[in-house]
């Protein structure tokens, strides 16, 4: 391990949690387009929105002016059980690869949730509570969500409802005990509780459930019962708004050592971890203070930046959520059964859509033995057992290092590892096996997927 | 939460690292006794102890007089990897049990073993790669022990051999998996591998292994093979010397505020996080500077402080490691199927047995669901999912909390979260469902089990 002068760990102290959240659509040019009533396709009022999400996040959610919005004192000292995160220089990694780029990422894994996704947890649970209401619903595939939410919940008193897709419900019964532990109610999706469970039951006796699917129900519960919301982990210009902490405590740690990121890295499902991590940075470079390369990386089984389209979609398996314009792969997309971990959602954050369309970052598609590789190469020199979806980030930011092997420059790269794969061995068991495999989906596979998108005057 | 002007979570820097571990037993006006020799009942040498341990790790244990020991650079290069582990303010604890009491907590479950154990096991792999081994041997049963050696292996590129009970090998596939993606080789014990395997097999050919049957083979494959050795995760002296890195942490945070706490509180099994946690407020006790009520809190299930004898034992099964004199159940004890997670060692440290029988602390033993309660009232106001292990500290933590609450004391505890139950979902679930039970074993339990101690001169 190098003995510079910039340590392991960069901690920042209690004092430095941001005191607010950064709006990053404030500095775009071209906003990300609004939410559309899929009946009228008119865009989304915040009456219509405020059936089903919580006022102050629809607030939110349309705000595209703002660029600073507080972050709620209580949010804050939520936010000191786990806040700042660390920032870690890969001294390590760097050592393994022999390589001259400079490494360093920032670690949201180390909270109960396991991931960054308690950052947005916390706030949308503590609206809904200031709101005066009984309690949230939302849905949840890996369990990271759920896990977050259940957590936030608990803490604030709040009654929790998880649809969890009957596949991990079944796969992952530890994830469904951590959540039961905070007292979240956990039902495996589609179920027999919602008419759209009913309905998609009836049609597809066998089905294993699917993210879209579970929103469905979620929202449907959500709305039909009074008192209650339905809130949502990734996707949404307000999950990205919370999620900004990442990113600004990032720029800060680095800031203090005079540090810039040559390149930034981040795994992209919804895009709520990319989002946040990159949003100080981005703003600098729509404003043109300064310039950084920055990658989103997607599993090569669900690349809807790679390989989407950018247009209106349903969110949803069921279609009745509102419609966004997002590269997508269709709704009724669903990766291939060997994907294991998360970043399976068809879609992508209309913000970040937008960006890449506009050209402000870059998108990789990765398969997943490379990804379990690099996985396991840096769990072994730098401890941290990654999770899956971050190990997307891993695998492209050694690859840049190893680039850098090559040419002899010194860049330095930041990548953001969202969380810790504590619970899904079973993926690591089987590339411990060798039984892992990869799929690269058809150019059939995609027009499938994209055959169902919904019909929108003036889009093709 | 409060205003106070104690952080939730009081940081050190990397500078704050211990330089040297605290070597309790130079304090201690009675000397734990000496490891002997089960032949001769004679104190082992240094020479015997070298063909099982690594020879530095041998000065270390017979080492009663020095008080600090430097830790190498390299070590503490590693420990800059999750060093300093923080030490919270539970605010939100007190405030949901309306206590005046303090109460904070050190927590070392911020690493990828999920437990302090790594503090041990990074030393003792460092000491066998200097000394030019190519690798060690050991067991785990609970599985953190196991994964923590397993991280310092792979990370100084030496070869580790896990024998890991059986039962856990078969139930917690998941600690398995960690361990192999760190590269160890992982063997459920009692297995075919090993000469007392195959004797233990032979004659119980349904057992599901414990303990000390996973320790009496390690041990015998470290002897027959050249360039191993074995290592051992709790009981023995030098493990609580590199646990002291725990209570030197936690007293300079305290020390910051100019807090003392008044009762500090610790789970034991073999002993290493106790005697680490209160390694230099022991020391300031045994030299009369100051006074602190400490506690061992151990199950009620394995009570071998509470229940047991002190008297000389083998540490295994085989018996063919030395004998230590310890508060013991007997080398045949074996907690009832119902008890979960770790705890379950027969022995204690002869270092903390020595001190508790000269009235320097005292022990609680405390059944398992009051545990799991304990552990999720704390889970759902502190965010941290507690391993079962550390939960018998909180539950202790909060029963003293709430005595302040009768009495009005404003005491400060202080307790020791030694880890986090990420891998001990099958527990949760039970208490989850209502089908955790309590087992107190009978005073014939007890005989039964004290009916194999060995016999040693002088010795009643």
């Known amino acids: 391990m190098s003995e510079n002068k910039i340590p392991y760990k960069i901690y920042l102290g209690e004092e430095d949690i941001p005191q607010k959240w950064y709006n990053l659509r404030a500095d775009m040019k071209n906003k990300p387009a609004p939410l559309l009533n899929p009946g009228t396709c008119q865009p989304m009022t915040a009456e219509e929105l405020g059936a089903v999400f919580c006022d102050e996040l629809v607030q939110q959610e349309l705000d595209d002016t703002t660029p600073y919005i507080e972050i709620p004192k209580e949010i804050r000292d939520f936010y000191k059980m786990y806040r700042p995160s660390p920032i870690v220089r890969a001294y390590c990694l760097e050592e393994a690869l022999g390589t001259p780029a400079k490494i360093y990422y920032k670690f949201e894994g180390n909270n109960t949730s396991g991931s960054h996704k308690l950052n947005s947890a916390i706030a949308q649970a503590y609206y809904a509570k200031k709101q005066g209401l009984k309690g949230v619903t939302t849905e949840t595939g890996a369990g990271q969500w759920g896990t977050a939410l259940s957590m936030a919940c608990a803490y604030l008193g709040l009654d929790c409802k998880v ?169 009724g997309f669903i990766p291939s059964a060997n994907h294991a971990g998360g970043l399976r959602f068809h879609g992508m954050s209309s913000t970040l859509s937008q960006l890449y369309h506009d ?13 379990f590789a690099a996985a396991e190469q840096f769990a072994r020199v730098e401890g941290i057992l990654p999770a899956p979806e971050s190990s997307h980030a891993i695998r492209v930011a050694i690859d840049e290092a190893l680039k850098c092997k090559e040419t002899g420059e010194e860049k330095t790269i930041l990548f953001g590892l969202t969380g810790t794969g504590y619970f899904d061995m079973v993926a690591y068991q089987k590339y411990n096996d060798g039984e892992m495999t990869d799929y690269i989906p058809t150019d059939e596979d995609l027009a499938k997927g994209l055959s169902s998108l919904p019909v929108v005057p003036g889009q093709d």
Do not use: W
């Open 163 to 331: 649809f969890m897709v009957k596949v991990s419900y079944e796969q992952k019964p530890f994830r469904r005990e951590v959540m039961r532990t905070y007292g979240a109610d956990v039902t495996p999706s589609p179920s027999m509780t919602t008419e759209i469970g009913k309905k998609i039951l009836a049609e597809h006796p066998g089905t294993t459930g699917s993210l879209g699917c579970a929103i469905s129900e979620a929202v449907e519960v959500a709305v039909s019962n009074p008192g209650y919301r339905y809130v949502l982990g990734s996707v949404l210009n307000q999950v990205l708004l919370h999620q900004s902490v990442i990113g600004l405590e990032a720029k800060a740690a680095l800031d203090k050592y005079n540090v810039k990121p040559d390149i930034i890295i981040g795994c992209a499902g919804g895009g709520s971890n990319l989002g946040g991590l990159i949003a100080p940075f981005m703003g600098e470079k729509l404003r043109g203070e300064n310039d950084y390369r920055i990658i989103a990386v997607e599993p090569a089984s669900c690349p809807s930046f790679t390989r989407g389209k950018f247009a209106y979609d349903f969110c949803d398996t069921g279609m009745i959520c509102p419609l966004a314009k997002m590269y997508t792969l269709g709704s």
């Open 359 to 371: 050209g402000y970052m870059e998108a990789k598609a990765v398969e997943q033995t490379d990804v």
